[in-house]
């Protein structure tokens, strides 16, 4: 058979290179293309102040009531006072949110991280990070790092104690299972074996009895516990981090809420511009008086 004239042979080409390029262009991106840009992700989706919240315009932020000292200053959580109000709205500015924008909710401690759909963006009630947790719902990174304190009535022996060394010859308690009890047989490791109870409100009452000198819980439960259950007794100090990963507060979101990268890109601004470090000075070093134990 004849060659094609040369003409004939580049017409067909240019209209098989044409062909070709219009299926390249409607054909699928690959994958690496489209996880260039991640949802939630700086951009679009955490233009500040236009966050997919429950309520357009509003950033809905959920506590327990009553609210507590020091993480709210006279139980007011809008008051912007109190570490954990001041964090809250800390996160809500890095978001893109004025005061005037966020709008308080009140929700049980428990019902903010069990299963099922939220009422609020997010919540901030002293809720430490777990996996356990995880499986309900979602986590920012953590806002404060937790550490176990020790309890003793005011007046008493325990309440002077100024080092590890002051605890050795006190009686301790604290609940089984718990990172407290570690401490007390790890870090202080007493003359005497410790008073270990089936439930933190075993502990208090044997601490308001007198019964033990002292009890360990987590700082946030020793707040707690000083604010509101046993007010005759104070925090005497909390220990250093025992090695590790330490311990973390983290706020809480819908199980695959839309904001959760965004919120945790916040929180880590605030953490990275020394914003947290400053809020836990005024509200927490100060105020509650926690010297480190050593």
Do not use: H
């Given at each position: ?15 098989t290179?044409?062909l070709?390029?219009a299926?390249?262009?409607?054909a ?22 236009e966050?997919?919240?429950r309520t ?13 000292e ?6 007011e ?30 929700v ?12 609020f ?24 790092d ?18 590890i ?9 604290a ?9 007390i047989?790890d870090?202080?490791k ?13 502990a ?17 439960t ?11 007794a104070?925090?005497?100090?909390q ?20 904001l ?17 470090a ?17």
């Open positions: 058979m004849r060659p094609a004239p040369r003409t004939l042979r580049r017409a067909v080409a240019g209209i290179v044409a070709l390029a299926a390249v262009g409607c699928p991106q690959p994958e690496e293309e489209e996880a260039a840009s991640p949802s939630g992700s700086a951009g679009g989706a955490c233009a500040k102040g966050l997919a919240t357009s315009g509003t950033l809905t932020i959920a506590t327990d009531e009553p609210a507590y020091p993480w709210f200053k006279n139980g959580p809008a008051s912007g006072e109190g570490f954990e109000s001041a964090v809250a709205y800390a996160v809500a500015e890095q978001l893109g949110y004025d005061k005037s924008a966020v709008v308080w909710q009140s049980p401690f428990n019902k903010a991280f069990a299963p099922g759909a939220k009422t963006d997010f919540d901030i009630n002293q809720v430490s990070i777990s996996e356990e947790r995880r499986k309900a719902v979602d986590f920012s990174s953590g806002y404060y937790v550490r176990q304190a020790v309890i003793a009535l005011k007046g008493s022996k325990a309440a002077s104690a100024k080092s060394a002051d605890l050795k010859g006190l009686e301790l308690g609940q089984v299972g718990t990172t407290s009890l570690d401490y047989d870090v202080v007493p003359t005497g074996a410790a008073a270990v109870y089936a439930k933190n409100d075993q208090k009452s044997a601490l308001k009895n007198g019964q033990v000198d002292a009890i360990v819980t987590d700082l946030p020793a707040f707690y516990i000083t604010a509101a259950e046993v007010t005759d104070r925090i005497v100090g220990f250093a981090n025992k090695g590790g990963t330490p311990e973390q507060f983290g706020l809480v979101l819908d199980k695959g809420s839309a959760t990268s965004c919120v945790t890109d916040a929180v880590d601004t605030l953490r990275e511009n020394g914003t947290l400053k809020i836990e000075q005024r509200w927490l070093s100060d105020a509650v008086d926690a010297p480190v134990l050593k």
